[in-house]
Nanobody, 128 residues
Framework: QVQLVESGGGSVQAGGSLRLSCVVS????????MGWFRQAPGKEREGVAA????????YYADSVKDRFTISVDSAKNTLYLQMNTLKPEDTAIYYC?????????????????????WGQGTQVTVSS
């Protein structure tokens, strides 16, 4: 049974930084696409970034490109999201997720139904 547990959320002022972590347990296969998603109040959940564990290829939403960095430490079974130059519009609950077996990240990386394992989320609040 795969488990994903996020941490690292908090409250920061605009322009600040946070690093989110997602500890993954229950599997060690590297042939998975892992992603970060977020959901703001009253809005749909949206993709933020994804990484193909095997190759390290990364994918980003336009809204976070050049500000956020997704990475993985395979030795620690941990996925990270480094968030810099945070903006009030980045305020949301952030979730990590693992894609279904056999699905690569690719151009459809941000489609929610490609992911079958989700963490419980961590709140990020950015004040102006």
């Amino acid at each position: 049974q795969v488990q994903l547990v996020e941490s690292g959320g908090g409250s920061v002022q605009a322009g600040g930084s946070l690093r989110l972590s997602c500890v993954v347990s229950g599997y060690t296969d590297r042939h998975y696409c892992m992603g970060w998603f977020r959901q703001a109040p009253g809005k749909e959940r949206e993709g933020v970034a994804a990484i193909w564990i095997n190759s390290g290829n990364t994918y980003y939403a336009d809204s976070v490109k050049d500000r956020f960095t997704i990475s993985v430490d395979s030795a620690k079974n941990t996925l990270y999201l480094q968030m810099n130059t945070l903006k009030p519009e980045d305020t949301a609950i952030y979730y990590c997720a693992r894609a279904r077996s056999g699905l690569v990240c690719g151009v459809a990386w941000s489609l929610l139904d490609r992911y079958d394992s989700w963490g419980q989320g961590t709140q990020v609040t950015v004040s102006s």
